[in-house]
């Protein structure tokens, strides 16, 4: 973090001199004919955006528009003095000022747009809203290389920056506080450059340029203008973190192809398929016929799952995937829970059709307290969580509720498609034998 003061512009030549001389002549004169635009009825705030070289003429982030040329409220004594004479003393609200006004900035078109008196500490002050569309002039005096050179005044200096707000507009402003080596050098940049500007450079790039209104040798000083909250906060952090004594150090480097994503997800898809296949052979394994019907319901679940995938549509990410696999053991458990409450029926002797109804009632109340505990989980995680936390906790909650619908519906429906009405199949086939049975009878 730096604070740099104008630099004094280096002596031009007689062949630079005229070059610059013919350069502002060209554009006064395309000021001139935006000049005669603007008084003819043409837009205004479209002129501004489309020929304006004021650098603050940029997008509003609140309302995602340009500036238009828009200067905000300003009391007079803001500007430089040939803008502030015609703003404050030649014009009314809503008038065009009828000639170009020159400042050592270049040639201005000026619109006087609204205009508004207030208390401040008793008096009051009478503040004037401006546009204009500013065509920048080169120096026929001197050139200037770099516009703003160092004062020695860091960002060690700083000891910290806050947002505040005007007593009398309650605006957002940017405080800054010094060191008392920093109050020094500070106090003598604000004498030297009264009415110029101070650059505040942070990487060597300029983020606010303010105008020194005042001496200041308190070590305090206000950053003022038409901040939004937001963008005074935004200042204000990147003034403390400028003002720490870290240096951004290059310690490694490393190129990352495209493929690397997509090899990623297809190992991770692979690693899914791969665990999925042995868990359906442990399932009929020790399932058997219950565990053959989930495998051929959880393919069901499967396909459902992408296919919303791909309508909605989500962006299979490595969380994303990682959030699928996880919903399908979810409903691997739910499964598991139903047909352990059916060999449970069973095995006390109730005919098979009552046994995998109860089964799946008994086995209702725990899946659903488990995996509406896990919604809720997700959704913590949807509306707090970054992308990639998204990315998961979305995957995960379409696989919970879709695994509900495989375990009940689906294979409740085929287990009954395939015992059929008379309920006669071999205990074996649910992995129960008669004997067990007999004995608990």
Do not use: C
Not at 169 to 182: A, H, K
Not at 323 to 336: H, K, Q, R, T, Y
Not at 359 to 379: H, V
């Amino acid at each position: 973090l730096q604070f740099k003061e104008e630099a004094d512009p280096v002596p031009l030549t007689d062949e630079e001199k005229q070059e610059a001389e013919a350069e502002n002549a060209a554009v006064k004169q395309k000021a001139q004919d935006i000049l005669n635009q603007a008084l003819a009825g043409f837009d205004f705030a479209e002129l501004a955006n489309t020929y304006s070289e004021d650098p603050s003429n940029v997008i509003d982030p609140t309302t995602d528009e340009m500036a238009g040329g828009d200067l905000g409220f300003a009391r007079q004594g803001s500007y430089a003095q040939e803008f502030d004479d015609v703003l404050f003393t030649k014009m009314g609200d809503g008038e065009i000022y009828p000639e170009l006004v020159e400042t050592q900035f270049g040639y201005h078109v000026i619109k006087r747009t609204a205009s508004q008196t207030i208390d401040e500490n008793g008096e009051h002050v009478q503040q004037v809203r401006a546009s204009h569309v500013l065509f920048r002039t080169r120096s026929t005096t001197g050139s200037i290389q770099d516009p703003y050179t160092t004062t020695g005044l860091t960002g060690k200096n700083l000891r910290r920056a806050n947002v505040q707000f005007a007593q009398t507009t309650n605006e957002p402003e940017v405080g800054l506080q010094f060191d008392s080596e920093g109050a020094k050098l500070f106090g003598e940049i604000t004498k030297r450059n009264l009415g110029k500007t101070v650059a505040i450079y942070l990487d060597g790039v300029p983020i606010s340029t303010p105008v020194v209104n005042t001496e200041i040798t308190n070590g305090q000083a206000v950053i003022s203008g038409n901040f939004t909250l937001d963008e005074a906060k935004d200042l204000v952090k990147r003034l403390n973190s400028g003002a720490l004594p870290v240096p951004i150090t290059l310690i490694q480097q490393q190129t990352v192809q495209a493929s690397l994503g997509e090899q990623s997800i297809y190992k991770s898809f692979f690693a899914g398929l791969l665990g999925f296949a042995l868990v359906a052979l442990f399932m009929i394994a020790y399932y058997r016929l219950p565990g053959l019907l989930a495998v051929l319901a959880l393919t069901i679940y499967t396909v459902i799952v992408l296919a919303i995938f791909k309508l909605w549509p989500v962006t299979m990410t490595l969380a994303g995937v990682a959030g699928f696999i996880l919903s399908i053991g979810i409903a691997v458990d739910a499964n598991i829970l139903i047909f352990e409450r059916t060999k449970e029926e069973l095995r006390s002797g109730a005919p098979l059709l009552r046994a995998i109804e109860t089964g799946f009632e008994r086995a209702w109340a725990s899946i659903r307290d488990s995996n509406f505990s896990s919604i809720i989980t997700s959704l913590i995680l949807i509306w707090f969580g970054t992308s990639f936390i998204k990315g998961f906790a979305v995957t995960l909650t379409i696989g919970i509720l879709i695994s509900m619908f495989s375990a009940i519906t689906i294979t409740r429906t085929l287990l009954r498609l395939t015992i059929g009405k008379n309920g006669k199949r071999s205990l074996w086939l649910f992995g129960v034998k008669e004997e067990q049975t007999k004995e608990t009878d």
